[in-house]
Nanobody, 118 residues
Framework: QVQLVESGGGVVQPGGSLRVSCAAS????????MGWYRQAPGKQRELVAA???????NYAASVKGRFTISRDNDKNTVYLQMNSLKPEDTAVYYC????????????WGKGTLVTVSS
């Protein structure tokens, strides 16, 4: 079992910045990828950014160049620095972690709300 706890959500004006964090605990060995999904009202949950234990990153086209994902393996924590925020970035942001044993298991946090509004 892996537990994920997000923090750092809030309200920010368009063009502003925010950093969300996700701390993993529990049986955290064999975790490869960690990252962030988001779900806006009326939309499907989508992948925002991901990072492997080796530091390989992947971003959604809509956030590439504005968001930066990073990871502190010693703290078992992943971060998402969000710059140049747009109203369309408003969503609940969910942390996830993928753990590979005999099969791949995905764990989810409860989400943190990011609201971008003037």
């Amino acid at each position: 079992q892996v537990q994920l706890v997000e923090s750092g959500g809030g309200v920010v004006q368009p063009g502003g910045s925010l950093r969300v964090s996700c701390a993993a605990s529990g049986s955290i060995f064999s975790i490869n990828a960690m990252g962030w999904y988001r779900q806006a009202p009326g939309k499907q949950r989508e992948l925002v950014a991901a990072i492997t234990s080796g530091g390989i990153t992947n971003y959604a086209a809509s956030v590439k160049g504005r968001f930066t994902i990073s990871r502190d393996n010693d703290k078992n924590t992943v971060y998402l620095q969000m710059n140049s925020l747009k109203p369309e970035d408003t969503a609940v942001y969910y942390c996830y972690a993928e753990q590979l044993r005999v099969s791949l298991t995905q764990y989810w946090g409860k989400g943190t709300l990011v609201t971008v509004s003037s």
